[in-house]
């Protein structure tokens, strides 16, 4: 079983940027589908980004589309979110996930998550 574990979250103003990781634990890491999520205070958990294990494919929610970018190497089985002109509407928690396909579903595995909090 892969085991994943995010870090970068953080207190940023509006217009900020961050950059979230996630380490995976576990000899497959490479041949999995690796996806962000995130859940914001009161709303339920909804889907960010995806990258293929190649890394050459990806998928974004519309609500980031030209503000995050995600990438991964499978060398350090870590996969990133870059987090650009940040909006209080970002603040949640974000989750690392695992999965077969890009539309992430379903969902192999989940991190514990990282929190990001976007003051206006």
């Known amino acids: 079983q892969v085991r994943l574990k995010e870090s970068g979250g953080g207190l940023v103003q509006a217009g900020g940027s961050l950059r979230l990781s996630c380490v995976a634990s576990g000899r497959t890491f490479s041949t999995y589908v690796m996806g962000w999520f995130r859940q914001a205070p009161g709303k339920g958990r909804e889907f960010v980004a995806a990258?293929?294990?190649?890394?050459?494919?990806?998928y974004y929610a519309d609500s980031v589309k030209g503000r995050f970018t995600i990438s991964r190497d499978n060398a350090k089985n870590t996969v990133w979110l870059q987090v650009n002109s940040l909006e209080p509407e970002d603040t949640a928690v974000y989750y690392c996930?695992?999965?077969?396909?890009?539309?992430?579903?379903?969902?192999?595995?989940w991190g514990q998550g990282t929190q990001v909090t976007v003051s206006s």
């Open positions: 990258i293929t294990w190649s890394g050459y494919s990806t």
């Open positions: 996930a695992l999965g077969t396909n890009l539309r992430m579903n379903p969902v192999n595995s």
